[in-house]
């Protein structure tokens, strides 16, 4: 019969409040919890009316699994949650931080460290675009992303995630944020979130604060710094993603002066609540109110009070939801958590999904999949891996420039581990949590994009780790060496010492030390180059370009010329860690906003 909540010509405020009206409480707690999809069915999600789903990083419903098997996995869900009494359609959630990185074939983009030194937000707001669609071809609605954190040390595992050490680069990035959500209405309330239909994404404004600044980016370790350092460094882009009507906001794991993000009220709730007016919703990261003790876990009872008081309104469980569930109801009806809390929780929840019309279009079809790895996309990202590279060193003196390399040379050396490998090219979060070496996705990598774009009389020998004889006496105009880091993710990520694996160096002497050289560099931040620079000739940071390696070609060999500037210091050595743009005591390798440039 009719319900006004279902009602999509009634304003969503009249929606929501009739809605709440009719909830029971074990309804509206069942909206705040996000589960794993392997914990997830349609059965679960119809008894433990279960508001939300995520897909961690990797978590895949097959290996290369299509579009249409998404969508199918999905709706299923979806079917369960709409067979409760009231209806409420889930929402499912995924990290798309690079592309719709968790799925074969999707096109993926340079990793933001790459994407800030473009200094091109309306390229990134294209990319938001382009993600959406391909999130969308499988069916789903929300993303984790943009990750807004301001990597202030690269000893941190996810300073790849970062697009700057400078606050003003991230703000100008959270263009991707009307990208993957559409353009807010120009008469619209601030802080209301807005995603502008079904071709559009819920987004998520990562990790709420100071996720970057932790003491010598030990991740989800504690961010030392004064109120004014939080508010100068790590709070502006937060401005900028609620003005733009961000969806919802993920808590860090990280420590402000020792106190945890997951139980900070006055930052939560007093500031980005009360006084930025945001409007979406708070979610907390996977396990991140069992992580709020040490050992994680050790007071669960304490965790959701904690949590859940602070601001939190949906907890990403992810595995133990009847725990979070039994643990809760007693404690609203104890008192100890407010009716108030739990309804402003559930009321921002509904104000997402009644906004983007989940309620309206719950169930996903096939007729988005043609989105999934479309060339317009690689060749969008193919144009972000031109832009994202900054070229640091050309050529042993300036009146003798290495690069553009000639398409014409009779014959050529393509050497390292990275220079044919799909997976160290993309880094971290694709295919899997912590990204992987090999043939892990489709694209292009810098190897077959060299081979693509010298002239076809040019001879392009490959060797991933050639010793020095070989190099010498086969008479190679140059060489083109392909190393750096391998993939990881977060605290695997965490490094002391910023140092490439042996290898590379090895080869970067073996080849360097014989004939000219061009390195290029594949890495999630600045890593230690200054004891070999002399040895090489040119030097290119390509950061994690991702699956387009072309574009590494199309500047190498001049098709484009390069104009990528750094967005974080180069370090001459780690015992200067951490050193940013504007320290009173700099002395880098290479400078923040440092970049040589060719003409195409
Ligand atoms: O994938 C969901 C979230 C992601 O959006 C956050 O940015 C990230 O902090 C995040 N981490 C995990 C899983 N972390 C984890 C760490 C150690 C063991 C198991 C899981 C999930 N997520």
């Known amino acids: ?47 433990y009316l279960i508001g939300s789903v995520l897909s961690g990083g990797g978590s895949v419903p097959a290996k290369r699994a299509s579009a249409e098997t998404w969508v199918d996995m999905v709706n299923d869900f979806q079917k369960g949650s709409l067979s409760t009494r009231l209806g409420i359609p889930m929402i ?34 294209k990319i938001g675009a382009a993600t959406a669609l391909e999130v969308r071809a499988t069916g789903i609605p929300y993303v984790f992303a943009p990750c807004i954190a301001v990597c202030r ?23 991707i944020i009307p990208g993957l959500q559409g353009d807010i209405p120009a008469n619209s309330r601030k802080g ?3 995603v502008g239909g079904k071709q559009k994404v819920a987004a998520c404004a990562k990790h709420y604060l100071g996720d970057g600044g932790t003491n010598k980016g030990i991740n989800e370790n504690n961010t030392i710094i004064s109120a004014n350092g939080l508010f100068s460094i790590h ?16 808590i860090s794991y990280s420590s402000w ?16 609540k009360n006084r930025l007016k ?36 949906m907890i990403m469980v992810p595995y133990n939801y009847t725990e979070f569930i039994d643990g809760i109801i007693p404690l609203v009806k104890g008192k100890f958590i407010s009716m108030t809390r739990i309804d402003d929780a559930v009321r921002r929840i509904l104000r997402v999904k009644f906004g983007m019309g989940l309620f309206e279009n719950p169930l996903a079809d096939y007729s988005m999949a043609k989105y999934l790895g479309k060339k317009e996309h690689r060749e969008l990202a193919r144009e972000a891996v031109r832009k994202s590279l900054v070229l640091l060193k050309n050529g042993k003196y300036a009146d003798k420039p290495l690069l553009p390399l000639s398409k014409k040379a009779p014959k050529i050396l393509v050497v390292g581990s990275h220079a044919d490998n799909i997976g160290n090219q993309c880094g971290g979060w694709t295919i899997v949590w912590q990204g992987k070496s090999g043939n892990i996705t489709t694209g292009t990598t810098i190897l077959s994009a060299i081979k693509k774009t010298v002239a076809p009389e040019t001879k392009v020998v490959y060797r991933e780790n050639p010793d020095a004889k070989f190099v010498k006496n086969n008479k190679f105009s140059y060489a083109i060496v392909v190393v750096g880091e391998p993939p990881y993710a977060e605290t695997f990520g965490d490094s002391l010492s910023l140092t490439i694996p042996e290898t590379g160096i090895n080869t970067i002497k ?20 200054e004891p070999y620079i002399s040895q090489i000739d040119a030097l290119v940071a390509a950061w994690l370009p991702g699956s387009e390696g072309q574009g590494v070609a199309d500047v190498l060999f001049g098709d484009y010329g390069f104009t990528g500037k750094l967005a974080r210091t180069w370090f001459k050595n780690v015992d200067q860690l951490p050193m940013n743009v504007g320290d009173s005591h700099y002395d880098p390798l290479f400078p923040f906003g440092f970049g040589l440039t060719t003409k195409p």
């Not at 709070?235 to 993920?250: E, Q, W």
């Not at 002066?257 to 980005?272: A, D, E, P």
């Not at 073996?510 to 180059?529: E, M, Q, T, W, Y």
């Open 1 to 47: 019969e009719y319900m006004k909540y279902k009602d999509p010509k009634l304003a969503i405020n009249v929606r929501i409040k009739d809605l709440m009206s009719r909830m029971t409480l074990e309804e509206k707690i069942g909206q705040m919890v996000q589960i794993d999809r392997t914990k997830a069915s349609n059965k679960v999600l119809k008894k």
């Open 257 to 272: 002066n020792g106190v945890k993000m997951h139980s900070n009220r006055q930052l939560i709730t007093g500031f980005l």
């Open 192 to 194: 209301v979130p807005f």
């Open 92 to 125: 499912y959630g995924i990290d798309a931080v690079h592309g719709h990185n968790n799925v074969y074939g999707a096109t993926v983009f340079p990793h933001n460290v790459g994407l800030g030194c473009t200094r091109d937000p309306a390229l990134v707001k």
């Open 510 to 529: 073996n080849v360097c030390g014989a004939i000219k050289c061009v390195v290029v560099l594949i890495s999630g931040r600045p890593v230690v180059i």
């Open 235 to 250: 709070m502006p882009a937060y401005y900028n993603s609620v003005i733009k009507g961000v969806a919802t906001v993920m």
């Open 153 to 175: 040390d690269p000893r941190w595992g996810r300073c790849f995630e970062s697009y700057s050490e400078d606050h003003t680069i991230v703000q100008a990035m959270t263009e």
């Open 278 to 313: 945001f409007r979406g919703f708070v979610i907390s990261d996977w396990q991140g109110i069992d992580r709020m003790t040490t050992p994680e876990h050790a007071n669960y009872t304490w965790s959701i009070i904690t949590g859940v008081n602070a601001g939190i309104d």
